[in-house]
């Protein structure tokens, strides 16, 4: 019975996390990076990467911050860990992975002050038991990396006819798709698609 | 003379030209929970307008002093970090002093309008540019009134596009975004910039 319930649990914050309440197409939080930064795969992926890391690691390490600290002070130290969190990332993404990394620009130090950190945090993941929240950000996080790569890649294609070195033979191309109005509107077509798959989910059960 | 139509122009250019919202997408999520309310909107853009000027101020100083450190892309987002949080906490301390009723209409929002990508954005900016601390104000306060006129443009619609006159899997956030991208393309149109489609 206990079994059955923390099984059921589990399937709910996975299906919240990357589609009820999908941190970009259902919420609306942490959509800068995505409308700025995604227009390839490649940029994709590093935004993923640094997104990813940047955001667990805060998260977890914010969990031990004391409840009984005020929230105006809970708030900075939440954004110092993100800042310190982003040191080593940054270290590592300039030794390894310097290419795909500036192509994050500026975005990439923004991500300390992603709204996943600075909002959820409070309202919503340290309301939750330890091994709960880590699996709630996850599949938050992986919610996000999702949508990531798809827009990276429809941008890719329909805005340059290729991805990567490979050339796709599609007939026309979409330019605007990667710029910032092209990315606001791809995303709301997208949220759009997201909300018809819940709305027919819905009706059906 | 010259100083002052230098910033003017700075100021106009972050306006309209380089919007925080329209141009760069920084400061979306929080254009959304600021839009949402027509009465606290401008109250909302103010503060994030004075944590932009007032961090800018202090940010300066401090790039001028960390310039020449060849690893100052490392650890300028914790100065800069800091930095907000210090002028964050003076004025929480200020308000809830000397003005405790407007302390209450604003606690709800204040650590979102403090702590966000358009902030922290305009550091950065500011950084690159290398320019000097009018400028540095010029840019920031253009920021700051660029995103109230972005939230002002979605707030002035929020409930129509939340209405049922919008087709139910377009209703609400997808629309929003939408309206945002046309927002953005006619910014875009603005400010000069052509695209084939």
Same mark, same amino acid.
């Given at each position: 019975?206990?079994?059955?319930?923390?099984?059921?649990?589990?399937?709910?914050?996975?299906?919240?996390?990357?589609? *009820?309440?999908?941190?970009?197409?259902?919420?609306?939080?942490?959509?800068?990076?995505?409308?700025?930064?995604?227009?390839?795969?490649?940029?994709?992926?590093?935004?993923?990467?640094?997104?990813?890391?940047?955001?667990?690691?805060?998260?977890?390490?914010?969990?031990?911050?004391?409840?009984? !600290?005020?929230?105006?002070?809970?708030?900075?130290?939440?954004?110092?860990? %993100?800042? *310190?969190?982003?040191?080593?990332? %940054?270290?590592?993404?300039?030794?390894?992975?310097?290419?795909?990394?500036?192509?994050?620009?500026?975005?990439?130090?923004?991500?300390?002050?992603?709204?996943?950190?600075?909002?959820?945090?409070?309202?919503?993941?340290?309301?939750?038991?330890?091994?709960?929240?880590?699996?709630?950000?996850?599949?938050?996080?992986?919610?996000?990396?999702?949508?990531?790569?798809?827009?990276?890649?429809?941008?890719?294609?329909?805005?340059?006819?290729?991805?990567?070195?490979?050339?796709?033979? !599609?007939?026309?191309?979409?330019?605007?798709?990667?710029?910032?109005?092209?990315?606001? !509107?791809?995303?709301?077509?997208? %949220?759009?698609?997201?909300?018809?798959?819940?709305? !027919?989910?819905?009706?059906?059960? | 003379?010259?100083?002052?139509?230098?910033?003017?122009?700075?100021?106009?250019?972050?306006?309209?030209?380089?919007?925080?919202?329209?141009?760069?997408?920084?400061?979306?999520s929080t254009l959304f929970l600021a839009a949402r309310s027509r &009465?606290?909107?401008?109250?909302?853009?103010?503060?994030?307008?004075?944590?932009?000027?007032?961090?800018?101020?202090?940010?300066?100083?401090?790039?001028?002093?960390?310039?020449?450190?060849?690893?100052?892309?490392?650890?300028?987002?914790?100065?800069?970090?800091?930095?907000?949080?210090?002028?964050?906490?003076?004025?929480?301390?200020?308000?809830? &002093?000397?003005?405790?009723?407007?302390?209450?209409?604003? &606690? &709800?929002? =204040?650590?979102?309008?403090?702590?966000?990508?358009?902030?922290?954005?305009?550091?950065?900016?500011?950084?690159?540019?290398?320019?000097?601390?009018?400028?540095?104000?010029?840019?920031?306060?253009?920021?700051?009134?660029?995103? =109230?006129?972005?939230?002002?443009?979605?707030?002035?619609?929020?409930?129509?596009?939340?209405?049922?006159?919008?087709?139910?899997?377009?209703?609400?956030?997808?629309?929003?975004?939408i309206y945002v991208g046309i927002l953005a393309m006619a910014f875009?149109?603005?400010?000069?910039?052509? =695209?084939?489609?």
């Open positions: 019975m206990d079994n059955n319930k923390t099984r059921k649990k589990f399937d709910k914050t996975i299906f919240d996390g990357l589609f *009820m309440k999908n941190t970009v197409l259902a919420s609306g939080l942490v959509v800068a990076p995505i409308v700025a930064v995604a227009t390839t795969l490649q940029s994709a992926i590093a935004l993923v990467i640094a997104f990813s890391l940047i955001t667990f690691l805060t998260v977890l390490i914010s969990s031990f911050v004391p409840r009984d !600290i005020v929230y105006a002070i809970r708030i900075i130290l939440y954004t110092i860990i %993100a800042a *310190m969190v982003y040191v080593p990332i %940054a270290v590592f993404a300039d030794s390894f992975m310097n290419q795909q990394f500036s192509s994050l620009g500026i975005m990439f130090p923004l991500l300390v002050t992603n709204s996943l950190i600075i909002t959820r945090t409070e309202i919503h993941f340290f309301k939750l038991d330890k091994l709960r929240m880590l699996s709630e950000v996850f599949f938050y996080i992986l919610g996000f990396d999702i949508v990531a790569i798809i827009v990276g890649v429809i941008r890719e294609i329909f805005a340059t006819g290729a991805i990567g070195d490979k050339i796709i033979g !599609i007939h026309f191309t979409l330019p605007f798709l990667s710029t910032t109005f092209g990315g606001f !509107i791809l995303i709301g077509v997208l %949220a759009a698609i997201l909300k018809k798959i819940k709305l !027919i989910v819905r009706s059906h059960s | 003379m010259d100083v002052v139509m230098n910033a003017i122009l700075i100021s106009l250019t972050a306006i309209l030209v380089e919007n925080t919202v329209f141009s760069k997408a920084l400061g979306t &009465k606290k909107f401008f109250a909302f853009g103010s503060c994030i307008t004075y944590f932009s000027v007032v961090s800018s101020v202090i940010a300066y100083f401090a790039d001028y002093y960390f310039k020449e450190n060849e690893y100052n892309y490392i650890f300028m987002p914790l100065v800069y970090v800091v930095i907000i949080g210090v002028v964050y906490i003076v004025t929480l301390l200020v308000v809830w &002093k000397l003005a405790y009723p407007f302390f209450l209409s604003i &606690k &709800k929002f =204040i650590h979102v309008s403090a702590f966000n990508c358009a902030v922290l954005g305009v550091l950065f900016t500011n950084a690159m540019s290398g320019n000097s601390l009018v400028e540095y104000i010029a840019y920031a306060l253009g920021t700051g009134i660029g995103f =109230i006129i972005a939230t002002f443009l979605v707030s002035a619609v929020y409930e129509k596009l939340y209405s049922e006159d919008v087709s139910p899997s377009f209703r609400g956030l997808p629309i929003t975004y875009y149109a603005l400010s000069g910039g052509t =695209i084939t489609l």
